[in-house]
């Protein structure tokens, strides 16, 4: 409530989203916000990125195509086809994060990967046990 996103608001921020971005198509925040004020939502300061975060935990927009160098934002639905989503199970979700974790921050190690996953110790090392064929090991000094 300390940035005036009650219940109501987001709930009404929610949807006017979802209608602008229907009838008007990719937009940068700057755009977005001026459109919910338009339709009667005005924000101030910070509850413009939260309510927009909140529009995207709920599924209604992601990134879409940058402007220049502004990011816009999409429906969620114009982008990904929900009728053929797959989701992955735990042991090919898990495979495919510690690789893109390896990737990303390697080299390095599992007691690292368990605190920034947020997996439990066992998880780590039986995913990295199962994608160790794929991987390089390297030395480094110290």
Request: with cysteine; hydrophobic share 40%.
């Amino acid at each position: 409530m300390e940035l005036g996103l009650d219940d109501e608001t987001s709930a009404r921020g929610t949807q006017a989203i979802r209608d602008i971005l229907a009838s008007k198509g990719h937009l940068t925040r700057d755009e977005l916000v001026e459109e919910l004020a338009a339709h009667s939502i005005r924000l101030e300061g910070q509850a413009r990125t939260h309510l927009i975060f909140y529009a995207a935990l709920q599924g209604i927009l992601c990134l879409g195509p940058d402007r220049g160098i502004k990011p816009t934002y999409v429906l969620l639905d114009d982008w990904i086809d929900r009728a053929n989503l797959v989701t992955p199970s735990r042991k090919a979700a898990s495979e495919e994060l510690a690789r893109h974790y390896l990737t990303a921050y390697g080299p390095t190690s599992a007691a690292d990967m368990m605190a920034r996953s947020g997996l439990p110790m066992s998880e780590v090392r039986a995913v990295w046990k199962r994608i160790a064929s794929t991987l390089v090991e390297v030395e480094i000094a110290s």
